[in-house]
Nanobody, 119 residues
């Protein structure tokens, strides 16, 4: 079965850092992090291709870094300088299809991990 399992969420004060991880059982072309806050639409945060090309939402550029360790089948999201606006459930997503994108049409999704940033 296809599995994507996120971890690393938690509560942190504004300005702090967290690193999210996603262990995956498949070998997709594109992987990404999405987030959804209560009452808001799901939005793409960062994406990465199998070749290491990256794509970031404007709201997180310069603060978040997406990476993947192919040997460990693990996707990461390093989140620095966190803001209360970053509070959301963060989801790992994967797709064998390109292109690298931040649209919500990925084929596989994890269960999510909660990130809470307090002021």
């Amino acid at each position: 079965q296809v599995q994507l399992v996120e971890s690393g969420g938690g509560s942190v004060q504004a300005g702090g850092s967290l690193r999210l991880s996603c262990v995956h059982s498949i070998y997709p072309y594109a992987m990404a992090w999405f987030r959804q806050a209560p009452g808001k639409e799901r939005e793409g945060v960062a994406g990465i291709s199998s070749a290491g090309n990256t794509l970031y939402a404007d709201s997180v550029k310069g603060r978040f870094t997406i990476s993947r360790d192919n040997a460990k089948n693990t996707l990461y999201l390093q989140m620095n300088s966190l803001k209360p606006e970053d509070t959301a459930i963060y989801y790992c997503a994967a797709d064998f299809r390109g292109p690298l994108r931040l649209r919500s049409d990925f084929a596989y999704w994890g269960q999510g991990t909660q990130v809470t940033v307090s002021s």
